[in-house]
Every structure is written in C-alpha cells, then in structure tokens.
C-alpha cells in the first residue's frame, strides 16, 4: 500500500517494529496515548499492543492511512483505539479536554513544531516521547526556551543503535510539570 519509504521486510522489522518498542519501558502502563502523524501505525500499534491498559488516539492527516490502521485495529480486534483523519492542530483539542499522559511523534517534524502543535494538549505529569534520530542534543539545545514557556523538562534521553545501522539514534521523553496554576491553555 506504499505507507512508508521502506519495502525490504528486513529494515520493516528492525526500523519500524524494533524502533517502536525503544520507548516502552519509559511509558505508563495506563492512560491516554495520542500518536500524531500516525502513518502506517508506528509507534502507536506496537505500543498500543504491548500496553493494553492504554486508551490510545492516532491523528493522521491522509486518508489512505487511516482506512489502513482502521482496517488493521477490526482485524486485530483492537479496544480503546481510534484513528482520527486530521491535523493535530485542528483536531487535537476536540479529542480528550483532560489532556493526554503519552504523545508521540515519530518522522512527522522537528522538535520545536511538535513541541508548539502538542504540549498544551498533554496532561500534567504527560510525555511527550520524541523520536529524535541523531542529533539530540541540537534539537534540545534549539528547544530550550520554548520547553521552559510549555513547562516541559527532559525525563529520559535514550540512546540507542538498530542492528546493522551505522548512525545512532535517540529518543527524547519530555514531562510537562506544572507546578503554580496558569491562566488557561497554551
């Protein structure tokens, strides 16, 4: 169905299933999960499928995909799921008005965007879980007064290696913590 820019089974299980699970260990085993720019399901599914207390969201913007991953939740009859047709900053509010515990974002923008599209709509305590690639102290480094106005701070920086890649890679997991009331969202 061409859902992403790989085609050999080999690089699908170690570049899309085996980078998915990276983040498991850092996540919550209960909650609210929303997976912008869902694709082909990656991470969402994996996650969602290793942590089933999770009641997740996945926002995508082409329709194609998301008639994929609702074809894929009723043949794996998947609860608490759902695939959205949209843009998180158009849909993102309209979906959960407690906030989420979990986002993630995989291949979808630079830091600063899912930073600015995404941070509001976490939860107190919420991860936003970034899948960096390399380069994780640059994007940090670009972020930081933006993550100080969204009350954001770095939970976990994981790195790691893929069989067979050459570049390292690395995980971002930030924690929003608001500790003094605000005035409204931003």
Not at 8 to 26: C, K, N, Q, T
Not at 115 to 132: A, D, E, P, T
Request: glycine share 10%; with cysteine; charged share 25%.
């Amino acid at each position: 169905m061409n859902l992403t820019g790989i085609d050999e089974r080999g690089r699908m299980i170690i570049e899309l299933f085996l980078d998915s699970l990276i983040p498991v260990p850092y996540l919550p085993l209960k909650g609210r999960m929303l997976d912008v720019g869902s694709g082909a399901g990656f991470p969402a599914l994996v996650i969602k499928l290793l942590i089933p207390g999770l009641k997740l969201y996945m926002v995508e913007a082409g329709s194609k995909k998301v008639s994929f991953l609702k074809q894929v939740i009723r043949l794996l009859r998947i609860s608490d799921i759902e695939a959205v047709n949209g843009r998180v900053e158009v849909v993102g509010d309209k979906l959960v008005a407690e906030g989420f515990d979990i986002i993630s974002a995989r291949a979808l923008a630079d830091l600063k965007r899912v930073i600015r599209w995404c941070s509001h709509l976490l939860s107190n305590k919420g991860l936003l879980v970034y899948f960096s690639g390399c380069g994780v102290e640059e994007n940090l480094k670009s972020c930081e007064g933006l993550m100080r106005e969204r009350h954001l701070t770095v939970d976990h920086l994981i790195p790691y290696h893929l069989p067979g890649m050459q570049e390292s890679r690395g995980i971002i997991i930030l924690k929003k913590e608001i500790t003094e009331p605000i005035s409204g969202k931003k």
